[in-house]
């Protein structure tokens, strides 16, 4: 089946030390996006690719980068985690911008 | 700025009643509807959608949406819930004025047996 693919599930890392989330697609859509999700919270657009394109948020901090190095995949990079940064992290794809979005499983990232 | 509004956060239903999910949103230009679901420790999945045509969609679990453009509105609806459908239900909506995909707070559907 198509679909969204993130790995790790659950990631830990320790206060100031770089990580990076995975994501990969089997839908071959163009446009993959990073989002932040907190307790209760809706989720937050960090940024996204369209195609080789970056699109950042303009409240996204510079903590936050991420690489694109083919269709399939994108990566999330964190680096230097504050416990702020703990939190949801969804990766999500669309064929073009106005179109439906679909979502990964998420990885749930932990400071300590 | 434009916005999308789940009023309720918290919705709690005995097992077998119909429930209604509130969403409304601020546009004055064409927009595309969504619910997602999510599930504790999961991604969000995509419950239902509306892009155009009949106002009235539906899901292939019960569930169904009516987009009303005079009131803004695109309000989730199921006659008869689950267990199962206890989960966070977000409504966003994709405005070309912003060209990106906003969401509401979303709403916890908790069900009760």
């Known amino acids: 089946d198509a679909m969204v693919i993130q790995n790790p599930r659950y990631q830990v890392t320790q206060f100031g030390k770089p990580v990076t989330l995975s994501c990969s697609q089997t839908?071959?859509?163009?446009?993959m996006y990073w989002y932040q999700q907190k307790s209760s919270q809706a989720p937050k657009l960090l940024f996204h690719?369209?195609?080789?394109?970056?699109?950042n948020e303009a409240d996204t901090p510079d903590n936050f980068q991420s690489r694109r190095p083919n269709t399939s995949f994108c990566f999330l990079d964190i680096r230097s985690p504050g416990l702020g940064d703990a939190a949801m992290y969804l990766c999500?794809?669309?064929?073009?911008?106005?179109?439906?979005?679909?979502f990964g499983p998420g990885t749930r990232l932990l400071v300590l | 700025a434009q916005s999308v509004t789940q009023l309720d956060s918290q919705v709690p239903v005995f097992e077998e009643a119909p429930v209604e999910l509130r969403c409304n949103y601020s546009?004055?230009?064409?927009?595309?509807l969504f619910w997602y679901v999510q599930y504790p420790n999961q991604g969000l999945q995509l419950l239902l959608k509306?892009?155009?045509?009949?106002?009235l969609v539906e899901s292939i679990n019960g569930f169904e949406a009516e987009f009303n453009k005079s009131q803004t509105s695109f309000h989730l609806r199921k006659p008869s819930v689950h267990i199962s459908d206890t989960a966070e239900y977000f409504c966003?909506?994709?405005?070309?004025?912003?060209?990106?995909?906003?969401f509401g707070s979303g709403t916890r559907l908790l069900v009760r047996p």
């Open positions: 999500a794809t669309s064929r073009v911008s106005s179109e439906t979005q679909y």
């Open positions: 839908l071959n859509h163009n446009v």
């Open positions: 690719y369209y195609d080789k394109d970056f699109n």
């Open positions: 546009s004055s230009v064409s927009v595309y």
């Open positions: 509306y892009l155009s045509g009949s106002t």
């Open positions: 966003a909506v994709w405005m070309d004025s912003s060209y990106k995909l906003i």
